[in-house]
Nanobody, 120 residues
């Protein structure tokens, strides 16, 4: 499984960005895709995840400004980020979690990350 993220860049405070992540390879029908972020000097943290059935969950601090969605046909997950602040500056990673069968352990795959920089 490979994940290719895009859409990062430089934006001013209060602006918006939309990240995209396309998955390829052996992907099973039941899976969970998501976004995490890692600021310089900090640990990676959850932003949001979404199941193939479009059930979404968010980190509490971001659920009012960020929206995760996915297109199963395109094997793509999106992250719409609004009202961005400098605290949102980080490398954003997409993820895909799946298990190949009911007896197999869950495995998480990661994209390469896309940098989001919010200027003050």
């Amino acid at each position: 499984v490979q994940l290719q993220a895009s859409g990062g860049g430089l934006v001013q405070t209060g602006g918006s960005l939309r990240l995209s992540c396309v998955a390829s390879g052996h992907i099973v029908q039941i899976n969970r895709m998501g976004w995490y972020r890692q600021a310089r000097g900090s640990e990676r943290e959850l932003v949001a995840t979404i199941t193939q059935g479009h059930d979404a969950s968010y980190a509490d601090s971001m659920k009012d400004r960020f929206t995760i969605s996915r297109d199963n046909g395109k094997k793509t997950v999106y992250l719409q980020m609004d009202r961005l602040t400098p605290d949102d500056t980080a490398v954003y990673f997409c993820s895909l979690e799946q298990r190949m069968n009911v007896l197999a352990p869950r495995k998480t795959y990661w994209g390469q990350g896309t940098l989001v920089t919010v200027s003050s």
